[in-house]
């Protein structure tokens, strides 16, 4: 039984806007440290947002004031709104959710932005 399940992603301008989502379970929602990463084919995953239970969130330095992590309690679900692409925002976007020593990753999702 998948824990995350992500949906959004595709292609986009540079400058354009794309919403991911990643649905969940109430409990994991609630208590796990939710984050966004990303991957590009030969390089390492990097966490690109991340949201703890009490709502604090911290960023990555590339993507300050253009992407926000948020989360809907009622829809069991994570967000990660992403505005001002560019290019070198193209990777393959994860979900995880993390609390001691339970670890869950979405399936990955393909973000293009392009000209």
């Known amino acids: 039984q998948e824990q995350l399940v992500q949906s959004g992603g595709g292609f986009v301008q540079p400058g354009g806007s794309l919403r991911l989502s990643c649905a969940t379970s109430?409990?994991?929602?609630?208590?796990?440290?939710m984050s966004w990463w990303r991957q590009v084919p030969g390089k390492e995953r990097e966490r690109v947002a991340l949201?703890?239970?009490?709502?604090?969130?911290q960023y990555a330095d590339p993507v300050k004031g253009r992407f926000t992590i948020s989360r809907d309690n009622a829809k069991n679900t994570m967000y990660l709104q992403m505005n001002s692409l560019k290019p070198e925002d193209t990777a393959v976007y994860y979900c995880?959710?993390?609390?001691?020593?339970?670890?869950?990753w979405g399936q990955g999702t393909q973000v293009t932005v392009s000209s």
């Open positions: 995880n959710a993390r609390w001691e020593t339970s670890e869950y």
């Open positions: 109430r409990s994991i929602l609630s208590t796990y440290v």
């Open positions: 949201m703890i239970s009490n709502g604090g969130t």
